[in-house]
């Protein structure tokens, strides 16, 4: 847009400009001083405060704005009270404009300004009259906007000014900054006719006016700016002039001057810029509009920022942006979030929420489906509610907690995508509804010392939560009726409800008037409830919020005359809806009060609260399990530890078990064994055995060979001819039984001291004899049979113990150790078998010798009978028998009774006879299956050492041994029982 100011003239009449008189608005009552007149008492800096000296350490504030500014040549215009009485200015009545060349001081809007700047002294410009008021504001004070995207945009309202953003800081303070509050509008607030200098030094001494209204100028589709219509209109954004040159054309003015005595930055009283020109992007106008705002919202201030405009003339690209150009929200996210990690001092907590009022009804535009709204229908409807407390709200309505700018802005995004838009004569992708953001900030003083603090807290907190709410709202825009029904029903609920709101804050207008005016109380009834909207933003427009109305218009129009008449009827509207809106709203926002625990206006809304307990109670919970858990870990250990050693222990147990039952078994068999061969030794020693054993050896010899027993005693005799001279058995038997004779007639000499009545029963009576070895062998037959007994009893508990220590020695740990017990056992085992088998044949030998006693016996009885000379005759033929006569010290000679009858001697010399033949038969079996050898003198012995256990009948030979030392017996059986 070429648009070109005049130059400036003498005089700021209201008529005779280049530019035709702008008609005079019936609301209009004043250009709100354009011009400042000189001298004027109603001077924007009346009222200021000089900055603090003790608080400024940059160089000199600059001088007084007031010298610096220029004298405006026409003080008329401003009545006694100061208040503008023009109700038209021209906008050849400005100033002449400085040089485009003309550096003017940085905007303080748009960043903090370094000492140098602010020290600049104030430029040609803030001296072009202004209707600036010293109304402090929380929304100006801060000043410290920059903008986020590099705030390098130049400035070119209209090409007058060239300003490059300042440096972003974080560090200026935007607290306690103040800011006037103008407005060129004349609304009928002025109509009193007071100054609006003065009305706004009020204004600031009243502490009122957080709102700021802005107007963007959206650049001419077409580019070229050339149509007649926009030629009407004349924008300098410099001056925050907007004015119309057409029909009921005017000037609107919305310069706002900042005042900041607490801060430096504002040393002066300088102009700030409300108006932003097509040359203008979203960063700068982000820095205007909503900076502040935002920053004051995270401070604990509630914050409303909405677009309002016709319908195309950007109002969501300015909220919403680009990619390239984001708009107020993504900034203001950003912003957010850099304040929120340049405050440690305090935690918060955000929370969002998106929904749109369509058609008058509301939707939650992050509980829908994506894809304009289809997934309305599925929705609960949503009511507004009032509390005192929360003010109007929205429920039931999702709220997301967010964590970073990158979730917020997709959880926006998703709502974006939810809303209704549809193409029209305006605009191809227009919002079919207003469409609200809100982010719910929650935060509290964190207590010094960081983390290491929040561990110790115990729940009690210096301070209690803040809540404030930050409204991002992007209007439908008003218009004309459309083609299509549908767009005609939303263009009319859109309509219905901008006009709504358009009544609230004329009548809001008005009632400020009346305040003002003193009197009357009956305050104008409020329609906030004749619309959603209205109702939805009744806690900003009523004051309870700092305000920020961008106003969007577009000076170009279409083609034809008829739509550009229209098209400037409409930016007529919307200019003076922002002026009345500017005039009216009277914000008295207060900071939210910090909500103590659960009360307050958090109660249960107030997440942080709630999860800062419930952080708390986890902790507790988490320290106490940890606490539990370390106790429980060291019992369980121990319990483990104490199961390990009770296993280790049961096992040793059972180990020890085994070891003991194996040693008992190894002690009994041992036991069993030495008693075995006690037994055996002292059955060996007993009487009956022995004269057995004199009985047997001489059976044994008699059942030696022939050829062996010429051997034998040519061995032992020295080859005596007795032996060398062949003779028949009987000869030999009688010569061995001569022999046997004189044996045991030795042998019962020997013992006949010790035993006389085996010796009477030898020479005595051969039936006792007999009869005690019978029952010698009878008792080692029942001690035989005893001991088989034991065995096999044995046998079967080892066998027990066997079989029971194999299956468990399988699950036991140590199988080698059982493996090996098992061999030994087994070893045992055959080993007793062995024996087993080695007594039954010596039972079997006894029985057969008991049948050859038992015979000898009978035979003796049947001898009793037989005739005497017989026997005489085979008594001789026996002793004739003999070749020699019989060797010394054997069978005594008979004596010689004898010989003539029938003698007892006789009959028992040959029952005798006939039992050492039986034995001899016996004796010879062994020698013949190799058990034993006969030695010398008759003797036998066992075969060999293997073969000495195998011998079947004990005899003192082999039975030597085992008296010389039955510990070697015991040793031998214990090493069979480790193998
Ligand atoms: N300042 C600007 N610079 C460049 N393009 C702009 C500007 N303002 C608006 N536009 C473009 O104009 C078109 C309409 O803008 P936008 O949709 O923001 O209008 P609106 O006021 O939201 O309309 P509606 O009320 O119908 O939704 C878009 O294509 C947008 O990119």
């Known amino acids: 847009m070429a648009t070109t100011l005049p130059r400036p003239r003498a005089s700021n009449s209201t008529s005779g400009s280049t530019l035709p008189v702008l008609p005079v608005a019936k609301t209009r009552k004043s250009t709100g001083g354009l011009a400042t007149p000189s001298g004027a008492p109603a001077s924007p800096r009346s009222g200021l405060r000089a900055p603090s000296a003790s608080t400024y350490s940059g160089p000199p504030p600059s001088p007084a ?44 809007l748009s960043g903090s300004i370094t000492p140098a700047r602010k020290a600049r002294t104030p430029q040609p410009s803030s001296k072009l009259a202004h209707s600036g008021s010293g109304a402090p504001s ?27 953003s300042p440096p972003h800081s974080r560090s200026s303070s935007a607290q ?86 607490l801060n430096v930055e504002y040393a002066t009283d300088e102009l700030l810029d409300n108006v932003f020109t097509t040359h203008d992007d979203n960063s700068r106008v982000y820095d205007h509009i909503a900076k502040r705002l935002v920053r004051r919202v995270m401070e604990g201030y509630h914050g409303t920022v909405f677009a309002y405009g016709m319908t195309g003339t950007g109002k969501t690209f300015s909220m919403q942006g680009t990619a390239s150009s984001p708009g107020v929200i993504p900034l203001a996210i950003t912003d957010i979030f850099s304040y929120i990690r340049e405050t440690p001092s305090r935690e918060f907590l955000l929370r969002v929420s998106y929904l749109e009022i369509y058609n008058e009804r509301i939707h939650d535009l992050l509980s829908m489906a994506s894809g304009n709204g289809t997934g309305a229908g599925a929705q609960e409807e949503i009511k507004l509610r009032e509390d005192s407390k929360r003010g109007v709200y929205a429920t039931p309505l999702k709220e997301e907690i967010v964590q970073s700018p990158t979730q917020l802005l997709r959880v926006i995004a998703r709502g974006d995508q939810a809303r209704r838009t549809a193409s029209t004569q305006f605009n191809a992708r227009s919002s079919r509804s207003h469409a609200v953001v809100q982010i719910v900030v929650e935060s509290r003083e964190r207590i010094p010392g960081g983390s290491g ?31 299509s029904k549908e767009r005609r029903a939303e263009g009319s609920h859109i309509n219905k409800s901008l006009l709504t709101l358009g009544t609230v804050i004329s009548k809001l207008s008005e009632n400020k008037e009346r305040e003002g005016k003193g009197g009357d109380k009956d305050a104008k009834h409020l329609p906030y409830r004749d619309s959603k909207l209205t109702r939805l933003l009744q806690g900003a427009l009523s004051g ?94 121990k319990a483990k530890d104490e199961e390990e050693e009770r296993a280790r222990e049961k096992e040793a147990e059972a180990r020890h078990e085994e070891q003991m039952l194996e040693m008992q078994l190894a002690r009994t068999a041992l036991k069993e064994r030495i008693d075995h061969l006690n037994r055996l030794i002292l059955s060996s020693k007993s009487t009956g055995v022995n004269t057995g054993g004199t009985y047997s050896s001489l059976g044994m010899h008699a059942r030696f060979s022939q050829s062996s027993l010429r051997t034998s005693i040519a061995t032992s005799h020295g080859g005596h001819s007795i032996l060398e001279r062949p003779g028949s058995m009987n000869s030999s038997s009688s010569t061995i039984g001569q022999r046997s004779i004189r044996k045991r007639r030795s042998s019962i000499g020997e013992q006949a001291s010790n ?32 001991y088989i007994a034991t065995l096999e009893k044995r046998l079967l508990q080892a066998r027990r113990a066997s079989s029971s220590r194999t299956s468990s020695g399988f699950s036991a740990p140590h199988k080698g150790i059982m493996v090996g017990e098992d061999h030994s056992v087994s070893t045992l085992i055959k080993e007793k078998d062995a024996e087993i088998a080695e007594l039954r044949a010596r039972l079997e030998d006894k029985d057969r010798m008991l049948t050859a006693l038992r015979n000898a016996a009978r035979s003796r009885d049947a001898a009793e009978g ?76 066992v075969a060999s050492d293997g073969k000495r256990e195998t011998t079947t009948e004990p005899n003192h030979t082999e039975l030597e041994p085992l008296r010389q030392s039955p510990t070697s017996i015991l040793n031998e059986s214990k090493v069979v029982l480790e193998a």
């Not at 009545?79 to 002449?96: D, L, Y």
Request: with cysteine; aromatic share 4%; charged share 25%.
């Open 176 to 261: 306690d900054s103040y800011s006037t509050s103008a407005t060129t509008y004349d609304d009928p607030a002025d109509a009193a006719g007071t100054s609006t200098s003065d009305k706004h030094t009020s204004k600031g001494m009243d502490g009122k006016g957080n709102v700021i209204v802005s107007v963007r100028v959206r650049p001419d589709a077409g580019g070229n700016g050339n149509n007649k219509a926009e030629g009407e209109w004349m924008v300098d954004g410099r001056r925050s002039l907007i004015a119309y040159r057409g029909r009921e054309g005017g000037d609107y003015f919305y310069g706002e001057r900042a005042r900041n005595p």
């Open 866 to 941: 037989v005739d005497t000379s017989r026997s005489e005759a085979r008594s001789s033929l026996l002793y004739e028998q003999a070749a020699s006569p019989p060797p010394q010290g054997a069978l005594p000679d008979p004596p010689a009774s004898a010989s003539k009858g029938q003698s007892p001697i006789r009959k028992r010399t040959r029952s005798v006879d006939e039992m050492s033949r039986i034995l001899d038969e016996m004796i010879q079996d062994r020698v013949e299956a190799g058990h034993l050898v006969r030695g010398a003198r008759g003797s036998v012995q």
């Open 65 to 108: 704005p007031t010298t610096a500014l220029p004298t405006p040549k026409n003080a008329h215009g401003v009545n006694s009270a100061g208040r503008t009485i023009r109700k038209t200015v021209s906008i050849n009545s400005f100033p002449q404009p400085p040089s485009r060349t003309a550096t003017y001081p940085s905007s303080p």
């Open 138 to 164: 929380l929304l100006n004070g801060g000043a410290d906007g920059k903008s986020l995207m590099g705030g390098a945009g130049a400035r070119h309202s209209d090409g007058f000014i060239s300003v490059s």
């Open 544 to 637: 309870n919020s700092l305000v920020s109305i961008l106003c969007t218009i577009q000076t170009g129009a279409a083609n034809s005359a008829a739509s550009a008449n229209s098209h400037a009827t409409e930016t007529l509207n919307t200019l003076k809806f922002a002026s009345r809106a500017k005039n009216s709203i009277v914000s008295h926002a207060k900071r939210a009060e910090e909500a103590l625990g659960a009360g307050g206006e958090g109660g249960a809304r107030v997440l942080l609260e709630r999860y800062r307990m419930e952080i708390l109670e986890l902790r507790t919970q988490l320290e106490a399990q940890a606490k539990s858990g370390n106790s429980k870990v060291e019992d369980e250990e």
């Open 453 to 483: 603090g929040e561990s110790k807290r115990s729940g009690i907190l210096p301070g209690g939560v803040r809540v404030s709410t930050l409204s991002l709202i992007d209007l439908a825009g008003s218009e004309k009726a459309a083609e």
């Open 755 to 786: 035993d006389e009545e085996d010796s009477m029963g030898e020479y005595g009576d051969g039936t006792a004899s007999l009869q005690a070895q019978n029952q010698a062998l009878q008792a080692d037959l029942a001690d035989k049979n005893r």
